[in-house]
């Protein structure tokens, strides 16, 4: 079973504030990636990280950053929480070299008010 | 332009009523295909990868095959703990990116 971790499960906060959501895996799992669910709808990749120091957008990413100081850790950011961002967020990881399955953390659910 | 589109959106089924999800895809060079199942509030769970057309993967009630095409997901004799999400997701494209599809609503009424 695949260990990923997710704080704070679920969150509610005013517009404008910065706000850090958690993620961390203790498999030693090089890749990690960030989502955003909307109910009914399909997984949106908002950043991704292929090891330390290295961090990429994805298609949803202009609002967000993340780091990736530590093989275990990938924290999503966001400077400005706007009620857009109300969502659910979810973070993944991937072991292996060639095979893409992910492990996915339990998710983060965020309302912006 | 690749694509992922799951059908039916939504299946509601009687407790023993076998049926299959399908997954269509559009995407140069396949590397994986993935399904996924996922509990209201929670993340995905991982099943099944498929990687060549004719592959096919069993777990418990739940088996996956692959086309050049699509792939389907057959669930054989469904119990109401099978009710869920199931997502699927390709690997690949020219951006070499992973892809999902809005998933199929599953609902097995006891």
């Known amino acids: 079973e695949a260990d990923i971790y997710q704080t704070p499960r679920y969150l509610v906060i005013g517009t404008g504030k910065k706000i850090t959501l958690e993620c961390s895996q203790t498999?030693?799992?090089?890749?990690m990636y960030w989502y955003q669910q909307d109910p009914g709808m399909e997984l949106h990749l908002i950043h991704y990280s292929y090891g330390v120091n290295s961090t990429e957008k994805g298609d949803l990413s202009s609002e967000s950053t993340v780091s990736r100081i530590r093989t275990e850790h990938f924290p999503l950011t966001l400077e400005s929480a706007r009620p857009s961002h109300t969502s659910q967020y979810l973070c993944?990881?991937?072991?292996?070299?060639?095979?893409?399955?992910?492990?996915f953390g339990p998710g983060t659910r965020l309302t912006v008010t | 332009e690749d694509q992922v589109t799951q059908s039916p959106e939504a299946l509601r089924l009687q407790e023993g009523e076998s049926s299959s999800l399908n997954c269509s895809y559009t995407v140069s060079g396949l590397r994986g295909l993935f399904w996924y199942r996922q509990d209201p509030g929670k993340g995905p769970e991982f099943l099944f990868t498929?990687?060549?057309a004719g592959e096919e993967k069993e777990k418990e009630r739940l088996k996956a095959t692959l086309t050049k095409k699509e792939s389907f997901l057959h669930i054989t004799a469904p119990k109401p703990e099978d009710s869920a999400t199931y997502l699927c997701?390709?690997?690949?494209?020219?951006?070499?990116?992973?892809?999902f599809g809005k998933g199929t609503r599953l609902h097995i009424l006891p």
């Open positions: 997701a390709v690997h690949g494209g020219r951006d070499d990116k992973i892809i």
């Open positions: 498929l990687y060549s």
């Open positions: 498999m030693g799992h090089d890749k």
């Open positions: 993944a990881s991937i072991g292996g070299l060639i095979s893409y399955e992910q492990y």
